[in-house]
Structures are given as C-alpha cells and as structure tokens.
C-alpha cells in the first residue's frame, strides 16, 4: 500500500516547495514537468528517479493515481530535470515490482519494508533538452 494521501496532501503544501529547488541537482531525485489534464497549467513535482540505460525509472510512491501520474500518462510523456540535466521524456509504462529491482539497497528498503510501494513509471529518454539562457 503506497504512502496514505494525506501525506502526499502534506508534501504538496510543505516538503515539496522546499525540495523541487534540490533535486534538480541531488542523486535520485529530479523534478518532473507536466501539464495538468483540464487546467492547461505546468506543474512541477520532486521525486524519487533513476536512469536504467536510456529510460527513467519513477518510484511510485503515493501509487499510480496521483494527479502528476495521471497527466504523463494522458500527455504520453513529460519532462524532467534531474542531476543538472533537462530531459524529454515519453514513451510512459505502469509497472509493478514487489521487490524493488533495480533500485539502490537504501531505496529499494523504504519501498519494501517502510513505504509498501511496489509501483513505478518507466519513462524513455526522447532527448536531452538544451538549458535555456
């Protein structure tokens, strides 16, 4: 069972907006770049992320509902920025993996044992995308 909603309703309103200007740069974070379904609007969401080869994987941790899920999933793909990088990405696939393969002994843990969140996101590099300025 994915972390409860309330806690995501928390994130959002707190460890988000202090998050989103770290894991642009951290190891195994990165912000994604979608647009909302019905507004139109761009939102910008702080995860957990990891490159396996030329694709993304995204840890699920609020499960596979949450709003940002839903409109990369409707948009085909998104973008992201992560390790001072901005990528395009598309291609997107619901996977479910009880044990966690593939992610780091500290991330595979939490997702097993504390988080209960056996649900990813597999995102395919499209390309890498030049920084503005």
Same mark, same amino acid.
């Given at each position: 069972m994915? @972390?409860?909603?309330?806690? *995501?309703?928390?994130?959002?309103?707190? &460890?988000?907006r202090?998050?989103?200007?770290?894991?642009? %740069?951290?190891?195994? %974070?990165?912000?994604?770049?979608?647009?909302?379904?019905?507004?139109?609007?761009?939102?910008?969401?702080? &995860?957990?992320?990891?490159?396996?080869?030329?694709?993304?994987?995204? *840890?699920?941790?609020? /499960?596979?509902?949450?709003?940002?899920?839903?409109?990369?999933? *409707? @948009? /085909?793909?998104c973008?992201?920025?992560?390790?001072?990088?901005?990528?395009?990405?598309? @291609?997107?696939?619901?996977?479910?993996?009880?044990? @966690?393969?593939?992610?780091?002994?500290?991330?595979?843990?939490?997702?097993?044992?504390?988080?209960? *969140?056996?649900?990813?996101?597999?995102?395919?590099?499209?390309?890498?995308?030049?920084?503005? /300025?």
């Amino acid at each position: 069972m994915p @972390a409860p909603r309330w806690v *995501a309703q928390a994130n959002k309103l707190g &460890l988000n907006r202090v998050t989103k200007y770290v894991a642009t %740069w951290a190891p195994g %974070w990165g912000v994604v770049i979608h647009r909302g379904r019905t507004s139109g609007r761009v939102f910008r969401t702080p &995860l957990w992320v990891f490159r396996r080869d030329n694709e993304f994987v995204v *840890a699920l941790t609020y /499960g596979p509902g949450t709003d940002w899920v839903r409109n990369v999933l *409707a @948009a /085909g793909g998104c973008e992201l920025q992560t390790r001072r990088r901005h990528y395009q990405l598309g @291609a997107p696939t619901l996977f479910r993996d009880e044990m @966690a393969n593939g992610m780091p002994p500290f991330i595979r843990f939490m997702l097993r044992r504390v988080i209960k *969140a056996p649900e990813f996101l597999k995102l395919d590099v499209v390309r890498e995308l030049v920084p503005a /300025g």
